[in-house]
């Protein structure tokens, strides 16, 4: 096991820079998410305020009792709604490999101020665009994860238009098929030194889903750790004030594979050394459902993939993360 920084790219001047500028960043995410797909970014513009409200909220929703906490728990249909508690997933189910029971609980939202058009409301949209659900007794946590839902939108329509010149495309290449995005906010807390039995970790080893996820979590011992080309694994530390972004599956389809949607986990603190909550904030930034993810090929490449819409392979992936039980997403 080694320690590193993930390449560190300012995003300001893609922000608020010349086209040249926002080049320049194009390229910096094109060379991490080719080599590892992963990437560290600071100048994004997000208040530490924002940030630090969020995490306080965070950790007084997973301070209360748990019968508190199962009034909001999450529905049997396995959507990313509501709180999931301690044990409730194995995320290295969704690549096939049965592990015990993860350490975490978290607590998950999806898009708010749904419109009533059929679009969000057919069979087919259910399980993207489903009601959240919030605790009564803490009407702050709403409004906070919703404040930061707006921001990260914001932010992760930035950097897709980075991922869109990266790749070669004008920078709109991706706006029609993120403008109605089915993306969720998941706020995890992993608990303090536990005991853990064998080959179970906070979060099994994975890949996330969608198109990029954006992570604020505590750096702390037992945190994210990335497998690299060779084979070993690499603890990430976030630079400060900076979030930590990875691609995902539907993105790594789309580059057709020039970027990778690399393994990842969070392991367990070490033995013998002071430990303590690590709460983490992620946004996962997931496309509209029916996108049609057409490979994005160099000139004579070939496409690996056949087009496909998101959900058709999304559904089934995010529902083996809950020990392999697959679900239909009309039905539950």
């Not at 009601?131 to 009407?139: A, R, V």
Request: charged share 25%.
């Amino acid at each position: 096991m080694t320690e590193m920084s993930v390449p560190i790219i300012d995003f300001e001047p893609f922000l608020k820079g010349d086209e040249a500028d926002r080049m320049n960043v194009a390229r910096l995410i094109d060379a991490a998410c080719m080599e590892v797909g992963f990437f560290a970014i600071t100048g994004h513009g997000v208040a530490e305020n924002t940030i630090e409200t969020l995490r306080a909220e965070a950790v007084r929703f997973f301070a209360r009792p748990e019968t508190d906490k199962s009034r909001v728990a999450r529905p049997a249909n396995k959507i990313s709604r509501g709180w999931n508690f301690v044990g409730d997933r194995s995320l290295a189910y969704s690549i096939g490999q049965e592990t015990p029971p993860d350490l975490q609980e978290s607590f998950a939202m999806g898009p708010v101020q749904v419109p009533a058009a059929p679009y969000f409301t057919c069979d087919r949209a259910r399980a993207f665009f489903a009601p959240n659900m919030w605790p009564d007794t803490q009407p702050e946590l709403r409004a906070k994860m919703t404040d930061y839902f707006h921001v990260m939108e914001e932010l992760a329509h930035a950097v897709m238009q980075a991922f869109a010149m990266a790749l070669g495309q004008p920078a709109t290449h991706f706006d029609d098929k993120i403008d109605r995005h089915t993306s969720s906010l998941r706020l995890v807390r992993y608990p303090g030194q536990v005991e853990a039995v064998a080959g179970q970790r906070r979060a099994g080893e994975h890949t996330d889903y969608g198109s990029l996820t954006i992570l604020r979590g505590d750096n702390l011992p037992g945190g994210l750790q990335v497998k690299l080309r060779h084979g070993d694994w690499t603890d990430i530390t976030r630079p400060e004030g900076g979030f930590v972004c990875n691609i995902g599956d539907a993105m790594a389809r789309w580059t057709n594979d020039r970027w990778v949607s690399n393994l990842h986990r969070v392991g367990v603190p070490p033995e013998g050394r002071p430990s303590e909550d690590r709460i983490s904030i992620v946004f996962f930034h997931n496309p509209n459902y029916d996108a049609e993810m057409r490979c994005i090929t160099a000139h004579g490449e070939a496409a690996k993939y056949s087009v496909e819409t998101f959900d058709q392979y999304y559904i089934d992936k995010l529902n083996r993360g809950s020990f392999g039980k697959s679900a239909d997403p009309a039905t539950g």
